[in-house]
C-alpha cells in the first residue's frame, strides 16, 4: 500500500508545510485562507516585537506577525521567497510571515506523533505533533496561541 492509499479515507486531513529559517512546520490548511507574496508592512508603534506591522489586502488591514519571532527564533528576513500565510485564528484574521510554502502534506491521526516530553511548556503551546515525512520532521503548529489574548483583542 503506498502513502497515497495510506492517507486517503475519513480520517485524514491536508495540512499546508513551510519553511521557517531551515525548520519545517505545518498548519491545518482549513485555516489559511490565502498565500500571497511578502508585501512591506507599515510598523505599528508599541506593537509586540513579533508583530511586523499592518498591510492592505483588499482594503481591509491585516496584521503581519513574524511567525519566526513568535516561535522564539531570529526574526525572518524578507527575501524574494518570503510569503505570507493569511490565516484564521480564531474570531480574526492575520498574516503569516514565513520563509517560504513548501506543499501540501496529506495525513492521518497516527501519523502525526505527540510534541516530546523534554519540550517546554511554552512549545508544546504552539507545537501540538511532529510528523516524519519523507525523512523530513515537521512540526504541527496550533494557531490558537499565535496571537496571546491581549494582543488578540488589540490587533
Known amino acids: 500500500m503506498n502513502q497515497a492509499q495510506k492517507t486517503e479515507g475519513a480520517g485524514s486531513r491536508e495540512l499546508i508545510s513551510f519553511l521557517i529559517g531551515t525548520q519545517e512546520f505545518?498548519?491545518?490548511?482549513?485555516?489559511v485562507r490565502e498565500i500571497r507574496g511578502w508585501t512591506p508592512a507599515t510598523p505599528l508603534p508599541h506593537s509586540p516585537p513579533f508583530v511586523r506591522g499592518v498591510i492592505n489586502l483588499r482594503g481591509a488591514v491585516l496584521s503581519i506577525v513574524d511567525l519566526a519571532a513568535r516561535l522564539g527564533f531570529p526574526p525572518t528576513e524578507p527575501s524574494a521567497r518570503a510569503v505570507i500565510i493569511v490565516a484564521q485564528v480564531g474570531c480574526q484574521v492575520v498574516g503569516l510571515?514565513?520563509?517560504?510554502?513548501?506543499?501540501?502534506?496529506?495525513v492521518t491521526a497516527d501519523t502525526v506523533q505527540p510534541t516530546p516530553d523534554v519540550a517546554s511548556d511554552m512549545a508544546r503551546s504552539f507545537v501540538t505533533g511532529v510528523l516524519?515525512?519523507?525523512g523530513r520532521m515537521i512540526s504541527l503548529i496550533t494557531l490558537d496561541h499565535v496571537l496571546p489574548s491581549v494582543e488578540r483583542q488589540a490587533a
Open 97 to 106: 510571515l514565513v520563509d517560504a510554502v513548501t506543499g501540501i502534506l496529506t
Open 132 to 134: 516524519a515525512v519523507e
Open 26 to 31: 505545518c498548519v491545518d490548511i482549513m485555516s
